[in-house]
């Protein structure tokens, strides 16, 4: 089951209005057989973390400054507009949708109960799509046709797709299919799919993946102050190549981390999706057949890449966990069900106000750290004769060092927060010097080089 992102931080609300579009577009489920959302190469991954960078500061102050009643608009807007162009291809097949739309508002009833979050089950439809997909926006669930198509009658759904010529099948491809796909009108596979995109709306996964994304611009805002700082206290300019490697290799995985946090939200969608299941009274363990069946299905269909290619694409691109492990993790929170009545772990929906607020005042404290950075460096702040030790080394060996004019021994130095200037000489050496920054929350290593004098 797919969520897929395409939300970028963006410098308006204009601009932001039409990723949201984008995004919110394709939030939700399946796409068993189609390209993982994260990547369709490892490589890509890779290259993608040693690609040059631009943080987006003004990006992230711009979201993390809309109100509740803001974001909340711009996101049910862009979700509106998103739904009215999938729904250009509905399909009407009343008596599966009223079927189903029943289920879904026994789904959402139990879901107010337990988390609080009231939706409606009007919200639902089903479109002309033949792959056996679904997804959730938000506030409004989709099927494919394919997918109803495929629980509902396989062996007519495979020589839809082609699978099978529509002249009808041999012997041998008859006893295959009735081996392989024995069942009809399988209504319960059907409802934990509905259960799972259900499950998305209620714990509030598009909000999640939507500000979610802001975690990573601002950790990255974070650690460029944090960096900003200690290159000052140490006289550089910047990192160099080493701190590019390193923030290449930060990047990769990073973005594995977020891959790996869409298949939390599956699995999520997964573990919720049994609770609705059992207090609606449809037995939950459908989930387990639900999941066999589409595994199935795609085994069938699909020609995934093998070797070891093969299996790093899956843990580099995947946003969704592998189906054995999907299943194992269904079977495991059926037990606790069965035991305790309780999932093995606690849900709680997502909360977009509280997330976004955490953010405004994590920004704000780091805009407080830069503003104080700059006045340490320039001494227009009263740092009260705070002293700070740092580590100070000349080469070659023998050379002489003076710190404000000072001779001073290399080694740790204490001095006054604030600005210094450094020096160093020796003889047939070119004279160095260095403007240092001591804060009280940095352990510099200051390290001055000399050059032979030409």
Known sequence: MRMTLLLGIVPSNRVLS????????????????????????????????????QD??????????MSPDQ??????????????????????????????????????????QLYGVRLD???????????????????AIFLHKGLVDYYLNPTGYLVEIGFFPHSGYTVEQYNWLMQNFPWQTDWNSLYFVLAHEASHNLMRHRDEKIVGSLRKEYQSYRQAVSERRKDIAEGKEGGGARRYIWHSLQNVLAQYSVIDQYRGVESEADSVALVLLQRSGVNPTVSVTASERLSLLISVLSQPQGGWQGAVNDIMCSD??????????????????NFSGKLCQQHVPFSANNFLAELKQGTAGLENYDEETDKIAASTVDTAGAHHNI?????????????????????????????????????????????????????AKVKVKLKKAK
């Open 18 to 53: 039409t990723t949201l579009l984008f995004f919110i577009s394709y939030i939700g489920l399946v796409c068993p057989i189609a390209q993982a959302q994260g990547c369709k190469q490892w490589t890509d991954v890779l290259l993608n973390g040693f690609m040059p960078r």
């Open 56 to 65: 987006n500061l003004n990006s992230l102050r711009n979201m993390v400054d």
């Open 71 to 112: 974001y909340a608009q711009l996101a049910f807007n862009a979700e509106k507009k998103a739904a009215e162009q999938v729904l250009s291809t509905r399909v009407r097949i009343p008596a599966v949708e009223d079927q189903l739309r029943n289920a879904l508002q026994r789904f959402y009833d139990v879901g107010y």
């Open 121 to 139: 089950a009007n919200n639902f439809f089903i479109i002309s799509r033949m792959d056996p997909n679904a997804f959730a926006t938000g506030s």
């Open 320 to 337: 969704h966990p592998a189906w054995v492990q999907r299943i194992q993790q269904e079977s495991s929170n059926l037990d606790c069900l």
């Open 391 to 443: 580590e100070i080394k000349v080469e070659p060996k023998g050379a002489k060092m003076t710190v404000d004019g000072l001779e001073t021994s290399q080694g740790n130095v204490g001095l006054a927060v604030g600005p210094h200037l450094i020096s160093a000489s020796k003889d047939g050496f070119e004279t160095t010097t260095r403007r240092i920054v001591v804060f009280p929350d940095v352990q």
